[in-house]
């Protein structure tokens, strides 16, 4: 007997609440299997130790991604103050126990505060960024030293929350400050906590860190691998995966378009339209067609970011 057809995937966005432990990478396998596609990719990476939203492409909703990855994040964290590390975290080797010294609770949160606004940041050592074709994280792991370029970043609001002292197996009196934030695309949560601790002396990482936000997806549209499996199990691949049309309404400023509007998109022409920004455009029957931008060559016009039918 012949082997049932594969269903076609449905393309849109699967919006997971990643656990702890595991690569950002053995998500997505995990819910290749479950949407019976390959073609899946993600809008960001999570370290293992991080937890939280992880915004997953399906089939062609995959070029969503690149956009979405521009948007605005948010994030809770714990920042450890006393201690630094190789990676900005607490999986990283100590480098630096320096303790706490004579900084106070005060101290720290001002410290922390500071790192609000339109920063030069420069990214962690063991972040993804490719130094000449390789990451740097794969850099420092083959024992390479890594020097990054400072980058714009914004972070838009930083609030501290409870603080706590303790003492480490090693003797060292330091301080975890609560954090949650929300900031721009490209901002590094480590550099926050380790720049914070080089300003106050006494070195800092990060002990936790969950991702709260990408745009407009939280963790309330979040959910668990396990709950993710049950979905595909009682309803099918397609019962875990938000629909693109959806996706792209929840995600950007969105027209409906009339019939011949809708004809002129769907192979990518140029539109004469007002548009104040990356505007999602739709045909009569609601579906999805493309994502257009105002052309500034051409005011009163708007031109094709990538049509997606």
């Known amino acids: 007997m012949?082997?049932?057809?594969?269903?076609?995937?449905?393309?849109?966005?699967?919006?997971?609440?990643?656990?702890?432990?595991?690569?950002s990478h053995a998500v997505v396998a995990r819910v290749r299997r479950l949407v019976g596609t390959r073609k899946v990719g993600h809008a960001g990476t999570l370290d293992p130790m991080a937890t939280g939203v992880l915004v997953l492409g399906v089939d062609r909703a995959t070029r969503l991604l690149g956009h979405l990855m521009l948007t605005e994040k948010g994030y809770d964290a714990t920042v450890r103050l006393g201690v630094a590390t190789t990676t900005d975290d607490a999986e990283g080797e100590v480098v630096e126990a320096a303790g706490l010294g004579d900084v106070t609770e005060d101290d720290a949160r001002a410290a922390l505060a500071a790192q609000t606004g339109d920063l030069l940041q420069v990214p962690t050592a063991v972040s993804a960024i490719k130094v000449d074709g390789k990451r740097a994280y794969q850099r420092v792991r083959d024992g390479e030293e890594v020097e990054l370029k400072a980058r714009p970043v914004t972070v838009h609001e930083l609030t501290t929350g409870e603080a706590r002292t303790a003492t480490t197996e090693d003797g060292v009196r330091v301080l975890d400050v609560d954090v949650s934030l929300r900031c721009s695309s490209g901002t590094y949560v480590r550099a926050i906590a380790r720049d914070a601790g080089r300003a106050l002396g006494t070195g800092g990482h990060l002990t936790a860190l969950r991702r709260t936000a990408i745009g407009p997806y939280a963790l309330a549209q979040a959910r668990s691998l396990e709950e993710l499996a049950d979905l595909a199990e009682e309803g099918g691949p397609g019962a875990v995966v938000l629909p693109i049309a959806e996706a792209a309404r929840a995600a950007f400023a969105a027209v409906d378009l009339g019939e011949d509007d809708a004809s002129a998109v769907r192979v990518g022409r140029r539109l004469t339209i007002e548009l104040a920004g990356l505007t999602a455009l739709f045909a009569p029957d609601g579906t999805f067609l493309a994502l257009y931008e105002p052309d500034a060559e051409q005011p009163g016009t708007a031109r094709p970011t990538a049509v997606f039918v």
């Open 2 to 23: 012949a082997d049932a057809p594969r269903p076609t995937p449905v393309p849109g966005l699967v919006v997971v609440d990643k656990p702890a432990g595991i690569t």
